[in-house]
């Protein structure tokens, strides 16, 4: 079967900064896959590629077999559907008759119309307000509107830009909902996003880190690469700390500011072995399953954070 997008040596710059730097990357049909990174990392400019927005530079881009040039641009937006990450809905009008202008965009009108409208707010949850102004709706219903705008032209991809950004946690779980369910309908689904619970729904997950991708699997393999625990340590002297465990239980913790960790498949023996030694020195000591935050440390030595000042370069305004 045809891979849903596949992504061979893609380069990208912005003058002399480096937003893309040489990806490799496949998803297969029927994924809910996720690009998980801090901003800067490149996610951005790899979702405005997928979603024809700027044309690649280096390297090649091929959806469900097409490849990603001038001259296949209308083949490929056919098969995909996008939301992207700013707002894009008229809010003086029904969240309905924003449904029935994007449908008139793509030439769809009538009976034709009036059904896929329904089936996609029944598929997105927003049978009951959808004739409610724009306005006066939640975030998170003007993001299910977002969505089903996206799905009435029946793409076969959905991309979507941090599609929870700035919803609440309830809004979000409600969200998410939907997206497995159309993922289970059989849509595929791509989307960006710098919240690690949130990477977690995905069925596999790319990180990626100032232009680079670290790494691509299911989260729960990601989380196993980094060992059955990570324990914590908070010391009064975080070097002098790191160095007496180093001498005398021949473990080398990484530190991260202020803090010491340590990845151990079992930490029966360790544990209070490090309760000992550190004696008065030891403020806490904490134990825990691994996340992808220590995936992410594992791979690139430093903490990830989802709101870094530094985003990816502004690309130029023009499209292919």
């Not at 490799?24 to 490149?42: C, K, Q, R, V």
């Not at 399953?289 to 903490?303: A, I, S």
């Amino acid at each position: 079967m045809t891979n849903a997008v596949e992504v061979r040596q893609l380069r990208h710059r912005y003058g002399q900064s480096v937003a893309l730097d040489g990806i490799d990357l496949h998803i297969a049909t029927g994924e809910l896959f996720g690009m998980l990174g801090p901003n800067g990392s490149g996610k951005s400019t790899l979702f405005r590629i997928l979603s024809t927005l700027i044309p690649p530079q280096e390297g090649s881009v091929s959806i469900f077999g097409f490849p990603l040039s001038a001259d296949r641009l209308t083949d490929i937006r056919r098969q995909i559907g996008v939301v992207f990450q700013a707002p894009a809905l008229d809010k003086m009008l029904s969240g309905y008759e924003n449904l029935r202008h994007q449908g008139h965009l793509y030439g769809i009108t009538g009976a034709v119309l009036k059904r896929r409208i329904d089936r996609c707010i029944a598929a997105v949850g927003m049978t009951d307000d959808i004739n409610r102004r724009t306005d006066k709706l939640s975030g998170g219903q003007r993001r299910r509107i977002e969505l089903a705008k996206s799905l009435l032209h029946e793409p076969k991809l959905l991309i979507l830009d941090e599609p929870c950004t700035g919803l609440d946690p309830a809004a979000r779980l409600e969200f998410w909902a939907v997206l497995k369910s159309l993922r289970d309908a059989g849509t595929t689904i791509l989307l960006t996003t710098h919240l690690l619970d949130e990477a977690e729904y995905c069925s596999r997950l790319a990180i990626l880190d100032r232009g680079k991708l670290v790494a691509v699997d299911s989260p729960a393999a990601l989380r196993a690469s980094v060992g059955g625990q990570v324990i914590a340590i908070s010391a009064e002297n975080p070097a002098a700390a790191a160095a007496r465990i180093a001498s005398s239980l021949n473990v080398h913790p990484t530190r991260v500011d202020d803090e010491l960790r340590i990845e151990i498949a079992d930490s029966s023996t360790l544990l209070p072995q490090l309760i000992e030694l550190l004696g008065e020195d030891l403020r806490s000591v904490s134990l825990a399953k691994p996340t992808l935050q220590d995936v992410f440390l594992r791979l690139t030595g430093r903490k990830f954070v989802g709101d870094l000042s530094q985003s990816d370069p502004t690309p130029p305004k023009t499209r292919p």
